[in-house]
Antibody, heavy 121, light 108 residues
Framework: EVQLLESGGGLVQPGGSLRLSCAASGFSFSFYGLHWVRQAPGKGLEWLSSIGGSGGRTYYADSVRGRFTISRDNSKNTLYLQMNSLRAEDTAIYYC??????????????WGQGTLVTVSS | EIVLTQSPGTLSLSPGERATLSCRASQSVSSNFLAWYQQKPGQAPRLLIYGASSRATGVPDRFSGSGSGTDFTLTISRLEPEDFAVYYCQQYGSSPRTFGPGTKVEIK
C-alpha cells in the first residue's frame, strides 16, 4: 500500500524558513517522480514543485521559484521542501503527491494527508 | 498557462441522481492530459480519472470521464452518499500544471 506522510509544518513568522518532509512507503521510491501541492484554507489546489525519480530534474511554480527548493533522499525514501522567505500567502496545507512515472510530468496518483503551514506574526 | 474553469460551482442533487460536472480549458489540453480528483472535508484529494477517461485503481464504474481538446466532463451515473464532495479537474499537458477551482456536489 502506497503511503505518504508529511511532517514539519507549523507556525512561522513572515520572512522565516521551514523544511517539510514526506516519508514514503509501499512503492519503489526512486522509480517515481514526486510533487508538492498546497491548498490555502477554504481554497483550491495549487501545484508548487516536482522532482524526477533520480532527483536530477526539478520544476517550480512561479509563485515559489527562488524561495522554495524541492529535493529527495532516495536512501531514506523521503521527499523534502525547503521553504524560505515565507509570506502570509504561503499559509496552506502542503501535500506531497506521487507521480505515476519517473519523470514527474503527469498527474498525482497518491497523496499524503498534508501538513499545515501557518505564516503569521 | 492554461486556465481551467469548472461549472457549476455548486451542484445540489439527491442520492441516486446523475451528476454532470464540466471543466473547460482556456486552450487545448495536449494529449487530453486531464485528471479529475475528489476531495472530502478534512481529507486529501483522491485521483478518480486520468487521461480524460481512464478510471484510477479502485474507482467505482459509476464515475466516468469524457471530452477532448478544451471541454471535459465528469459524470457520476448514480450518486451514492459518499460521493458528496468537491471535485477538481487538473491539466498536465503543459507547464505549469493547473487545477480548476472545483465543483461542490452537495445533498439537495
Amino acid at each position: 500500500e502506497v503511503q505518504l506522510l508529511e511532517s514539519g509544518g507549523g507556525l512561522v513568522q513572515p520572512g522565516g524558513s521551514l523544511r517539510l518532509s514526506c516519508a514514503a512507503s509501499g512503492f519503489s521510491f526512486s522509480f517515481y517522480g514526486l510533487h508538492w501541492v498546497r491548498q490555502a484554507p477554504g481554497k483550491g489546489l495549487e501545484w508548487l514543485s516536482s522532482i524526477g525519480g533520480s532527483g536530477g530534474r526539478t520544476y517550480y511554480a512561479d509563485s515559489v521559484r527562488g524561495r522554495f527548493t524541492i529535493s529527495r533522499d532516495n536512501s531514506k525514501n523521503t521527499l523534502y521542501l525547503q521553504m524560505n522567505s515565507l509570506r502570509a500567502e504561503d499559509t496552506a496545507i502542503y501535500y506531497c503527491a506521487k507521480d505515476p512515472t519517473k519523470v514527474a510530468d503527469y498527474y498525482f496518483d497518491y497523496w499524503g494527508q498534508g501538513t499545515l503551514v501557518t505564516v503569521s506574526s | 498557462e492554461i486556465v481551467l474553469t469548472q461549472s457549476p460551482g455548486t451542484l445540489s442533487l439527491s442520492p441516486g441522481e446523475r451528476a454532470t460536472l464540466s471543466c473547460r480549458a482556456s486552450q487545448s489540453v495536449s494529449s487530453n492530459f486531464l485528471a479529475w480528483y475528489q476531495q472530502k472535508p478534512g481529507q486529501a484529494p483522491r485521483l478518480l480519472i486520468y487521461g480524460a477517461s481512464s478510471r484510477a485503481t479502485g474507482v467505482p464504474d459509476r464515475f466516468s470521464g469524457s471530452g477532448s481538446g478544451t471541454d471535459f466532463t465528469l459524470t457520476i451515473s448514480r450518486l451514492e452518499p459518499e460521493d458528496f464532495a468537491v471535485y477538481y479537474c487538473q491539466q498536465y499537458g503543459s507547464s505549469p500544471r493547473t487545477f480548476g477551482p472545483g465543483t461542490k456536489v452537495e445533498i439537495k
